[in-house]
């Protein structure tokens, strides 16, 4: 019998094993786990095959550098202020596409840091280019050149807008702002399921139905919206008229993220077909907890109703980090929901640990 216990304790991944990090909500915890798991992504960012200045990164980076404030740990912001450095500032290459200004995030962070307005100044240029000269391009997904140059997929959604919340903020130019509204409206009225209170990927996947019947409301792409409107919101005045819009679609999703959300507190690939996609879907996850944690440090969630959901989501997450810092069942880049096992990782999956683990840092410090 001793030997059947062991064959099949050897056979467990390691975090059913044993658990190297607590996911209790204290301080010294937070910090620990946060530490090790941006720690293990410096240490393999050379073996990272995404382009520095891709959206990918874009994410990773936007999570460190708010860890790094967080925590006053100035390693996480120099981790980014160097590759800032190295592509002297530069967003990349497609003008419109909504990716590829998503770096700029970070940028724009690092320059309210430091206060180098080189840090600054491609990323500007590039956003009021856009905003005054804003593409013409149809609303079409099944344009190739539509869907590059507007914001036609959900995951947009949380790579573009917040830039220009925040060149809005900084410089109380409206361009910034007005562009921003216009095109997130129209992403919305697009691919927004007033019903199920979540988003499709984008207008092709409507019609799909998963193997449960289901709508196809893929984890990540509703993990990208709902973790993106904090940033939008926290960048808009408490007056400024279209607030109240961002704050209303952050609370209805709010609810449809603690609906979908497992017995175990995660998330998977596909919301609403769990069962098809048994594994979890951990930069789903993150970015829910992280959009959890900042809704309910705002006032804007009733933190009776989603504070559990928080602490099982935490707690969930925690669990599938390895003892060298590395974060487990990341789904590989993709547009539509699928299998991620133990061993998949990348590095947006990191960049929202890091933003969870961020808001609730700042849960426990107030």
Known sequence: MKNILTSILLCLPYFLVAQPFSSEIKKDKIIKVCNAVADWQIANQPSVKH????????????????????SSNNKYLEFVKNIGETHRWNVWSRVYHADDICVG???????????????????????????????KAPLNKLDLFGKDERWSWCDALFMAPPVYAALFSMTGDS?????????????????????????????????????????????????????????????????????????????????????????????????????SYPFPENSASAFFCYGLAWGINNEYLDAKTYLPALEKGWKSLVKYVNKEGKLGY??????????????????????????????LYRMVSK
């Open 175 to 275: 361009k910034y702002v007005d562009y921003m509204n216009n095109e997130y409206k129209e992403c919305v009225d697009s691919l927004y399921d007033k019903e199920a209170k979540l988003f499709y990927r984008d207008v092709i996947r409507i019609p799909l139905r998963e193997p449960n019947g289901a709508k196809q409301f893929w984890g990540r792409g509703n993990g990208w919206v709902f973790g993106g409107l904090p940033l939008i919101i926290d960048n808009l005045p408490e007056l400024y008229p279209m607030r109240r819009y961002y704050i209303q679609l952050f609370n209805n999703m709010a609810i449809s993220v603690i609906n979908t959300q497992d017995k175990d507190g995660a998330w998977h690939s596909s919301l609403l077909d769990p069962n």
């Open 330 to 359: 990341v789904q590989p880049v993709g547009a539509a929901p699928k299998l991620a096992g133990e061993e998949a990782t990348d590095v947006y999956g990191v960049g929202a640990f890091l933003l969870a683990g961020s808001e």
């Open 51 to 70: 382009n520095p200045l891709d959206w990918t990164n874009g994410a990773l980076y936007k999570g460190m550098v708010q860890w790094g404030k967080t």
């Open 105 to 135: 995030q970070a940028f724009i962070d690092l320059y309210k840091h430091y206060g180098d307005k080189r840090m600054l100044q491609p990323t500007m240029e590039r956003a009021y280019y856009v905003a005054t000269h804003p593409s």
